[in-house]
Every structure is written in structure tokens, then in C-alpha cells.
């Protein structure tokens, strides 16, 4: 099985920046693609970002784009999510997921391997 922890999370004032990891264990051959999905309080899970596993591509959610960058290091498989100009409205539990195929990346029922989800609070 894949295991995927995250970790980076915190409380943080608005306009500050985070970095979130999601570290990859196990059979990593299977991944075709890491995302981040975040969770607010009463709120639906939502998309954040995805990348390849070769790091060759990405995908941002419209909320995500110009602030938020997710990058990999190959040689210790973890993924990050560097945001930047945080709002409060960013305040949600992060979490990353990978997933063994290509499909949607968006769609979180896609994604077969999940981490506990990391809480980033975002101070006005």
C-alpha cells in the first residue's frame, strides 16, 4: 500500500507563506499523480493542485493559480505545496492524495491513496 504523510501545516497571518509536504512510501511505481485537496469547516472537500509523478505537469484550481506552486523532489518522493499571499479563506485541513491513473484530476473519488490531512489556519 502507499502511505502518504503530510506535514507543514500551522497557524500563519494573512499574506505570510506555508509549505506543505506529502511524503510517499511503498510501492511508488504505482502513482501517476499526486494532489491537494483542502477541506474548510461545513465546506466540501475541494481541489487545490495535482502533479505528474514525473513532475513534468501540473494542475491548479482556479483559487490555487498564482499563489500556490507544487513541485516534487524525486530522490525523497514527496510532493509540496508552497503557498504564498495567504487568506483566511485558505484556512481548511490540506490534504495530498495520489492516484494510479490519469483520468480527472480534480475529482477527488479519482484518487486511491489518501494521507490525515495537515490543518493550515490562516489569521486575518
Known amino acids: 500500500q502507499v502511505q502518504l504523510v503530510e506535514s507543514g501545516g500551522g497557524l500563519v497571518q494573512a499574506g505570510n507563506s506555508l509549505r506543505l509536504s506529502c511524503a510517499a512510501s511503498?510501492?511508488?511505481?504505482?502513482?501517476?499523480?499526486v494532489g491537494w485537496f483542502r477541506q474548510a469547516p461545513g465546506k466540501e472537500r475541494e481541489f487545490v493542485s495535482a502533479?505528474?509523478?514525473?513532475?513534468?505537469?501540473?494542475s491548479y484550481a482556479d483559487s490555487a493559480k498564482g499563489r500556490f506552486t507544487t513541485s516534487r523532489d524525486n530522490a525523497e518522493n514527496t510532493v509540496y505545496l508552497q503557498m504564498s499571499s495567504l487568506k483566511p479563506e485558505d484556512t481548511a485541513v490540506y490534504y495530498c492524495?495520489?492516484?494510479?491513473?490519469?483520468?480527472?484530476?480534480?475529482?477527488?473519488?479519482?484518487?486511491?491513496?489518501w494521507g490525515q490531512g495537515t490543518q493550515v489556519t490562516v489569521s486575518s
Open positions: 492524495a495520489a492516484r494510479s491513473y490519469h483520468g480527472t484530476y480534480s475529482r477527488s473519488d479519482e484518487y486511491k491513496w
Open positions: 511503498g510501492p511508488t511505481f504505482f502513482i501517476y499523480a
Open positions: 502533479i505528474n509523478w514525473d513532475a513534468r505537469s501540473t
